[in-house]
């Protein structure tokens, strides 16, 4: 290859290049995401409460020096070393994976990272809302109202708080994609986990109704993942789901697909 050629090649990788930010990244779907991601070019801002988590996700990251995973309980999110270290990273201008766990459920948290991204002009071209949880499997009746509430606020007000904070950020671009991962039982019902069909309806009635707000350049899709053998299918089917895809497996299709969304997707219904 020629040093032209190289040259080239490298400007076109650099255009296609996306910056997205996921919510739920130390497990599961957000981390088989991220990993994916990261092989494909992109870096990774990683926020969880379990520092053993975040210490396996940064070992298997792509290019590690591009990453940085903290732990939320340690450091605080109003603290000069979180500040610190999201303008160290911005220095080096990088293509940034803007991921959070927890944080998601706090909306004063979102308010906080999405200020600070502002005032360094980095703002998210995609953003994966897929932090998500999911109650034990119990007849309603038999849910402590306190595991409800949980399901409810992460699964629904989470995605609501991303989505207040970092709308406004993505308008004066003209464009950006918005992804509320959702399920197949968001589109129908099953027994024992009437929170979580209860949630994950929620979010596909948000996501249409957010959708038809949007200015033209937008999309808001609502994702079903498909079955995949996560912990929270574990929690529901126990060693029967050990028969469906790994998040790995997924990860290969869901990256390329989130990707490739367009403004023409706005308001749909979509299956990896």
């Known amino acids: 290859m020629t040093t032209a050629s190289f040259r080239a090649s490298n400007a076109v990788a650099a255009a296609a290049a996306k910056t997205v930010l996921i919510s739920g990244v130390s497990k599961g779907l957000g981390r088989a995401l991220a990993l994916e991601l990261s092989k494909r070019g992109h870096s990774?801002?990683?926020c969880s409460r379990t520092q053993e988590k975040l210490n396996s996700l940064q070992s298997e990251l792509s290019f590690p020096d591009r990453h940085l995973l903290f732990n939320v309980d340690v450091v605080s999110l109003y603290s000069p070393f979180l500040f610190f270290r999201v303008v160290q990273l911005l220095f080096f201008k990088k293509k940034l994976i803007f991921s959070f766990l927890d944080l998601q459920r706090s909306n004063s948290s979102i308010e906080e990272i999405a200020r600070v991204l502002v005032e360094k002009k980095v703002v998210p071209d995609i953003v994966v809302n897929n932090a998500?949880?999911?109650n034990k499997n119990?007849?309603?009746?038999?849910v402590p109202v306190e595991e409800f509430d949980a399901v409810i606020d992460t699964n629904v007000k989470g995605i609501a708080n991303v989505m207040r904070h970092f709308i406004p950020l993505m308008l004066p671009k003209g464009r950006g994609i918005i992804v509320n991962m959702s399920s197949g039982w968001g589109r129908s019902g099953a027994a024992l986990v009437a929170p979580y069909c209860a949630s994950k309806w929620a979010v596909e009635g948000l996501s249409r109704a957010v959708a038809k707000e949007m200015p033209d350049g937008f999309a808001i899709v609502a994702l079903s993942p498909g079955v995949?053998?996560?912990e929270m299918l574990q929690s529901c089917f126990g060693t029967s789901a050990?028969?469906?895809q790994t998040p790995e497996a997924w990860s290969l299709k869901a990256a390329t697909m989130i990707l490739n969304l367009t403004a023409a997707d706005n308001g749909a219904s979509l299956t990896v």
């Open 44 to 46: 990774v801002i990683g």
């Open 132 to 134: 998500g949880t999911i």
């Open 228 to 230: 995949i053998n996560t």
């Open 138 to 142: 119990n007849r309603l009746w038999e």
């Open 242 to 244: 050990s028969v469906y």
